[in-house]
């Protein structure tokens, strides 16, 4: 059973850079997660599916990111015309909805990103 | 709001002895769950333990126990015979309902563990 992959795991970008992100889920998870971490603080949600709908997004998704996840397997975490405040590590995490696993939710690696 | 408290931004201890970190939670539901997340450097986050609020008994994981006081709004973590794995961020995390069942969690700013050998 494979966990949560994420790539790619590093990604330097020039600021005004469009970045692409993307996170496999464990394998028949139906939700899936999006986090942020900048240095030395704890990860911030920023938006949730289930299957292929986004049914949360967090105020920290400026209109520059945006999530999908088109067929309710992988997602993509895209952010536009990056900027030096987005440097950070995306998380992408998962979860089945089940009484047996208590919904725990299971992360990935983290995709590391400077804007430079 | 929901919100979570780390007091101690760094702690370390001798290899084989317990550890204890803080955690304080504010919130005024009274159902709720509580986790505490492990962070080793380039490597995911995984769960270490989690406390079902409703549940007065103390949750434990082999080594791993919690000190869950419910009106004082303190989820302290305790580390038994620490070893040098153990060494990591460690993450208190409380947990809010989304729609549809599904949840978001609140991390504290997170404790960074050293063991010494």
């Known amino acids: 059973d494979t966990g949560v992959s994420q790539d790619p795991r590093h990604k330097i970008t020039k600021r005004g850079q469009n970045v692409t992100f993307r996170c496999d889920p464990i394998?028949?998870?139906?939700?899936l997660y999006w986090y942020r971490q900048t240095l030395g603080q704890g990860p911030e949600f920023l938006t949730y599916?289930?299957?292929?709908?986004?049914?949360?997004k967090s105020r920290l998704l400026s209109d520059r990111f945006s999530a999908e996840r088109p067929k309710g397997s992988f997602s993509t975490l895209e952010i536009q015309r990056t900027e030096q405040g987005d440097s950070a590590m995306y998380l992408c995490?998962?979860?089945?909805?089940?009484?047996?696993?208590?919904?725990?939710?299971?992360f990935g690696e983290g995709s590391w990103l400077t804007v430079v | 709001a929901q919100t979570v408290t780390q007091s101690q931004p760094e702690m370390s201890v001798q290899e084989a002895e317990t550890v204890t970190l803080s955690c304080t939670y504010d919130?005024?539901?009274?159902?709720?769950?509580l986790f505490w997340y492990k962070q080793p450097p380039s490597r995911q986050m995984i769960l270490v333990i989690r406390?079902?609020?409703?549940?007065?008994q103390n949750a434990t994981e082999n080594r791993f126990s919690v000190n869950f006081q419910k009106a004082a709004k303190s989820f302290s973590l305790k580390i038994s015979d620490s070893q040098l794995g153990d060494a990591a961020m460690y993450f208190c995390?409380?947990?809010?309902?989304?729609?549809?069942?599904?949840?978001?969690?609140?991390f504290g700013q997170g404790t960074r563990l050293t063991i010494n050998p």
């Open positions: 995490a998962s979860s089945l909805r089940s009484r047996v696993s208590g919904n725990t939710i299971y």
């Open positions: 394998s028949e998870h139906n939700r």
């Open positions: 599916f289930q299957n292929e709908a986004q049914l949360e």
């Open positions: 919130t005024s539901e009274s159902d709720y769950y």
């Open positions: 406390q079902e609020a409703y549940k007065q």
């Open positions: 995390a409380y947990r809010i309902l989304l729609i549809q069942g599904a949840q978001k969690l609140v």
